[in-house]
Every structure is written in structure tokens, then in C-alpha cells.
Nanobody
Framework: QVQLVESGGGLVQAGGSLRLSCGAS????????MGWFRQAPGKEREFVAA????????YYADSVKGRFTISRDNIKKMVYLQMNSLKPEDTAVYYC?????????????????WGQGTQVTVSS
């Protein structure tokens, strides 16, 4: 399977922007749809965005639609999450994941490989 490492988290004021990056190792990266999920303290991990293997289709949670953009570079084996107009409720640990099993883009179960997470904190 693929190993994933996230970077780019940090502290930002409300209304600001951050770009998360996820680097992958392994020869089969381009075979996988990729997703970003997040988990706030005391809450379940939730879907944020996903992108299919080619980058031609993207999917977003309603809460981030119009503010976040997911993209990928299969040659560099990278996935990105551009986050604009950040809100305090976006504060969470953000995880990159590879969809290694069939299933919905929006659920966690089909994602068999996960990164360690990167903290995003949005101050009001």
C-alpha cells in the first residue's frame, strides 16, 4: 500500500488561508482516489474532500464547499488541500488518506492508508 505524510498545518486567523500537502510513497499512488478528513477534539472523524485517481473529479463536504480546493499531482505523488476563508470551526487535525477499497468517497472505511495528521488551528 501507500505511505502518506501530511504537512502545512498551523495557526491562522479567521479569514486566512492554509495549504496542506500530502506526500505519498509507493509505485501505485496514481491508482488511488485520495481524500482529506478532519477530526476535532471530542468529535468523530469527518469527510472534507476527495479526488479521483486522475484528478478529474472532486467531492466536498457542504461545510467547505466554495472555500477549500483539493488537487493532486500524480507525477510528484502529492495531494493538496487549499483552504481559504478559514473559520474557527475548521480547527481540527487533518488527515490525508488513500482509498484502497471500493466504497463511497465520503466514508472512512474505504480508505486503507492514512497519514499521521497535521493540526490546523483557526483563531477568532
Amino acid at each position: 500500500q501507500v505511505q502518506l505524510v501530511e504537512s502545512g498545518g498551523g495557526l491562522v486567523q479567521a479569514g486566512g488561508s492554509l495549504r496542506l500537502s500530502c506526500g505519498a510513497s509507493g509505485r501505485t499512488f496514481s491508482n488511488y482516489a485520495m481524500g482529506w478528513f478532519r477530526q476535532a477534539p471530542g468529535k468523530e472523524r469527518e469527510f472534507v474532500a476527495a479526488i479521483n485517481w486522475s484528478g478529474g473529479s472532486t467531492y466536498y463536504a457542504d461545510s467547505v464547499k466554495g472555500r477549500f480546493t483539493i488537487s493532486r499531482d500524480n507525477i510528484k505523488k502529492m495531494v493538496y488541500l487549499q483552504m481559504n476563508s478559514l473559520k474557527p470551526e475548521d480547527t481540527a487535525v487533518y488527515y490525508c488518506a488513500a482509498q484502497t477499497r471500493s466504497g463511497s468517497y465520503y466514508a472512512t472505511d474505504p480508505y486503507g492508508s492514512w497519514g499521521q495528521g497535521t493540526q490546523v488551528t483557526v483563531s477568532s
